[in-house]
């Protein structure tokens, strides 16, 4: 676990849980599946109780099958992902996953120990993922095998740890609001006469999974809301107003309400058109003129010609 003293609530935020390779196929080889089952599912149920993210790989799926249903069932939206490498982190879109999910901490558990889950271990080393295996929750078909393994992924500078005490760790106080559901977990694995296999057979409700592959995109449909890919590329044509409305529509209203043009007088002899307004002559207003009086003139008479006596 990280040595670094962190809010637990963060703590676990950063953690999830993979579980490699847990598939049938696998789990009937080994010499004691009952206890490997009864581990991993204990791990996988602390998972869900405390929030933390649960991932799945499965080995060539095709050929070799799929994961345990009641494993499965186990988990809460679990994810899966195909994968045909031994290193799980090699799965394609997992290192993607955990990047958007901000997952720094893995919680490793499944099969086997010498071959898939010690590849794992050499791959988070490589890309400084930190990684904690829970050595009570691993298996393999030869018990010698895998105790050498996790001894060399110990020497690697992994932690491996019991299930219970790094999910006690992760609590970190009996205040914790997960604690006591998480202690009654403990109490019911714990029970001398706790039988595995009715135990997963009695989940009333099964997990969605969701299988990591890539989304075929869907037929458009006349009539149903454009993607926003669709709505970026009208973007330049069409932009909305903060009413909501286009502009395309805005124009139109406009164009509706308002005024009808001014008439327009064409002259036979010009080329273009003139553009005239009429608009209503203005009436002068009357203004009564004053009298004004008028002098007296005398009247001289004009020079002239002086007749001759």
């Given at each position: 676990?990280?040595?670094?003293?962190?809010?637990?609530?963060?703590?676990?935020?950063?953690?999830?849980?993979?579980?490699?390779?847990?598939q049938?196929?696998?789990?009937?080889?080994?010499?004691?599946?009952?206890?490997?089952?009864?581990?991993?599912?204990?791990?996988?149920?602390?998972?869900?109780?405390?929030?933390?993210?649960?991932?799945?790989?499965?080995?060539?799926?095709?050929?070799?099958?799929?994961?345990?249903?009641?494993?499965?069932?186990?988990?809460?939206?679990?994810?899966?992902?195909?994968?045909?490498?031994?290193?799980?982190?090699?799965?394609?879109?997992?290192?993607?996953?955990?990047?958007?999910?901000?997952?720094?901490?893995?919680?490793?558990?499944?099969?086997?120990?010498p071959?898939?889950?010690?590849?794992?271990?050499?791959?988070?080393?490589?890309?400084?993922?930190?990684?904690?295996?829970?050595?009570?929750?691993?298996?393999?078909?030869?018990?010698e095998?895998?105790?050498?393994?996790?001894?060399?992924?110990i020497?690697?500078?992994?932690q491996?740890?019991?299930?219970?005490?790094v999910?006690?760790?992760?609590?970190?106080?009996?205040?914790?609001?997960?604690?006591?559901?998480?202690?009654?977990?403990?109490?019911?694995?714990?029970?001398?006469?706790?039988?595995?296999?009715?135990?997963?057979?009695?989940?009333?409700?099964?997990?969605?999974?969701?299988?990591?592959?890539?989304?075929?995109?869907?037929?458009?449909k006349?009539?149903?809301?454009?993607?926003?890919?669709?709505?970026?590329?009208?973007?330049?044509?069409?932009?909305?107003?903060?009413?909501?409305?286009?502009?395309?529509?805005?124009?139109?209203?406009?164009?509706?309400?308002?005024?009808?043009?001014?008439?327009?007088l064409?002259?036979?002899?010009?080329?273009?058109?003139?553009?005239?307004?009429?608009?209503?002559?203005?009436?002068?207003?009357?203004?009564?003129?004053?009298?004004?009086?008028?002098?007296?003139?005398?009247?001289?008479?004009?020079?002239?010609?002086?007749?001759?006596p």
């Open positions: 676990m990280p040595n670094k003293k962190k809010d637990s609530h963060d703590l676990i935020s950063s953690v999830a849980l993979l579980v490699i390779d847990a049938d196929t696998f789990i009937s080889s080994l010499t004691d599946s009952s206890t490997f089952l009864k581990r991993c599912s204990f791990a996988i149920e602390a998972a869900r109780t405390l929030g933390i993210h649960t991932l799945f790989t499965e080995q060539v799926p095709d050929k070799l099958g799929h994961t345990n249903k009641e494993l499965l069932r186990r988990a809460t939206r679990p994810k899966i992902f195909h994968k045909t490498s031994f290193s799980a982190l090699n799965a394609p879109g997992i290192e993607n996953f955990l990047r958007d999910n901000e997952v720094y901490h893995l919680l490793v558990c499944g099969l086997e120990t071959i898939c889950v010690y590849q794992t271990a050499l791959q988070a080393i490589d890309k400084d993922i930190d990684a904690t295996f829970l050595s009570d929750a691993l298996g393999c078909r030869r018990i095998d895998g105790n050498v393994a996790l001894n060399a992924i020497g690697l500078g992994c491996a740890l019991p299930t219970e005490t999910f006690y760790s992760l609590l970190s106080d009996a205040l914790h609001p997960r604690f006591r559901e998480f202690s009654n977990l403990v109490k019911t694995y714990s029970d001398q006469h706790f039988s595995i296999h009715e135990y997963l057979q009695s989940n009333p409700k099964p997990a969605k999974s969701e299988v990591d592959q890539p989304k075929k995109k869907k037929p458009y006349q009539g149903s809301r454009p993607s926003w890919q669709d709505r970026n590329r009208n973007r330049k044509d069409q932009r909305i107003t903060s009413s909501g409305q286009t502009s395309e529509k805005l124009e139109e209203k406009e164009i509706k309400s308002s005024p009808k043009p001014a008439p327009i064409i002259e036979k002899d010009s080329p273009k058109p003139n553009k005239t307004i009429e608009r209503p002559k203005k009436q002068a207003k009357k203004v009564p003129r004053k009298r004004v009086a008028k002098k007296a003139v005398s009247h001289k008479p004009k020079p002239g010609k002086q007749e001759l």
